[in-house]
């Protein structure tokens, strides 16, 4: 998982894995990855007015971490309904959402261009 997300978001990507449940996995972790937007801070910006100091949130991740997809070790009981034996064999899956990776790869900042029907955003890819 990390050499995928440093070869294709860049070699200062992080990676990180969380606890989670997804019922054909065992364990299951959900792939997190710095925001390349905000390098991971999840702030936007930082700017000094007088005596405010304004700070906007990174609207990409809000955190400096943004989800990609889930990944875990195939429960045994699914590959027993494949007739395949856990205890010789075992199997790892992952998904990552698509939208997520391209808006990284590209820096989109709203997931919801991707179903506005505009044919303008698309042409871009």
Known sequence: L?????????????TRLRPHHFQF????????VTCSACNGTGILRRASFAQ?????KCKICKSGWLELGGTGMVHPNVLKEGNINPNEFS???FGFG?????????GIDDIRNYYTGDIRFLKQF
């Open 52 to 56: 405010d100091d304004l700070t906007v």
């Open 91 to 93: 199997g790892w899956a």
């Open 25 to 32: 996995t065992e364990p299951s972790f959900e792939v997190d």
């Open 98 to 106: 698509i939208e997520r990776v391209i808006m990284m790869k590209y």
């Open 2 to 14: 990390d050499y995928f997300n440093q070869s294709y978001f860049g070699p200062e990507t992080k």
